[in-house]
């Protein structure tokens, strides 16, 4: 799926993608060739930890 939104963004003129992914799935991006470029946690209203912006 990954590789298809590649591919379709590439034709619309997108040279880059960023994406914001949970610490679960980090393993999967890594595999499909993503790089960790930051790591930014914030509360969600539950308390719990999840990626974000501050």
Known sequence: ????CEQSARPAGFARA?????????PLY?????????RIDRMA???MAVPGPS
Request: aromatic letters at 0%.
């Open 18 to 26: 960023q994406l914001i992914a949970t610490r679960a799935g980090e």
């Open 45 to 47: 209203a539950v308390g």
């Open 1 to 4: 799926m990954l590789a298809l």
């Open 30 to 38: 890594l595999a499909c060739g993503c790089a960790v470029a930051e």
